[in-house]
């Protein structure tokens, strides 16, 4: 889906192929599990891979990621694809859940509380633990948005944060030092912020930009390539990748890049922030 910002740049965002390959097609691909990383190439999510949830009509998902041992820690991941007429009015069912939602396709109908929103590609919302809300495809086309979960941290002396919807669209990318705007993100959640546990931004490398050093830290990361292409550093392996792909990266994982082709290389990027390393009690995660 394509659309343009504030400053006429026109964004991109890549979905699911879907549909069913046929039988003359190769089984060789790039698709990736280890210890340290999951890599996911678009040309997985198929048909056969989605699933359905409990009280959501009209819906089909990719699980992109999911606690288990092993594999993420502190949060899912999920692809919607919601057909007209279709969604929920009790999406969340877990207490203590706390979710971003990223529109690629389409408009979706987002309820908070008593407030209406329409999202179209490049809206953003965050659904803070306890929120009331529901969504719903009142389009006459398919509707297609990221959604990331996780249980929210509660801190003695520390309010939860505040539902808010934003876009791309409208917040402007913040560059990284020294690199003049080739390197920057979209930060939706202030980092100074300490009442959200959760980062979801937009990680943009402009053509032939790098990330100049291998990244090892605390993090866990979950990526979805929005657009363009480049070389990901995952551990000890160069991997190419493309709109469409997703990476789990745990905790400490090495990583670096390099952006490639003709357009930006932007990815959506989950990270976990702001809170102590629990060593148990009432600190561990639950």
Request: aromatic fraction near 12%; include cysteine; charge should be negative.
């Amino acid at each position: 889906m394509a659309t343009d910002d504030s400053s006429g740049v026109t964004r991109h965002y890549a979905g699911p192929i879907a549909g069913h390959p046929g039988q003359d097609q190769l089984l060789t691909g790039r698709a990736a599990f280890t210890e340290a990383y999951a890599f996911i190439p678009r040309t997985t999510m198929r048909d056969i891979v989605t699933s359905a949830l409990p009280f959501w009509n009209g819906t089909r998902l990719w699980i992109l990621a999911r606690p288990m041992s092993g594999f993420a820690e502190t949060f899912s991941h999920y692809i919607m694809e919601v057909a007209p007429g279709g969604g929920s009015d009790r999406p969340e069912p877990e207490d203590g859940a706390e979710g971003v939602l990223f529109v690629t396709e389409g408009q979706l109908a987002l309820t908070i509380g008593d407030t209406d929103h329409v999202l179209a590609p490049g809206g953003y919302a965050y659904l803070p633990p306890g929120c009331a809300w529901k969504v719903n495809n009142t389009s006459d086309l398919a509707t297609r948005f990221h959604w990331i979960r996780k249980l929210y941290i509660p801190v003695p002396g520390l309010d939860e944060p505040d539902p808010f919807v934003s876009s791309d669209l409208e917040v402007a990318p913040v560059s990284m030092p020294g690199v003049d705007g080739r390197w920057s993100t979209t930060r939706f959640v202030s980092p100074e912020d300490m009442r959200h546990d959760m980062h979801v931004n937009i990680v943009t490398l402009l053509p032939g930009a790098v990330i100049p050093f291998a990244e090892t830290h605390v993090m866990e990361h979950g990526l979805y390539v929005l657009e363009g292409k480049g070389v990901y550093r995952l551990n000890q392996d160069w991997v190419e990748v493309e709109a469409g792909d997703y990476m789990w990266l745990r905790a400490f994982c090495p990583q670096a890049c390099y952006a490639g082709g003709p357009e930006p290389f932007r990815y959506l990027l989950y990270k976990d922030v702001n809170r102590h390393a629990a060593l148990g009690g009432p600190w561990a995660r639950r």
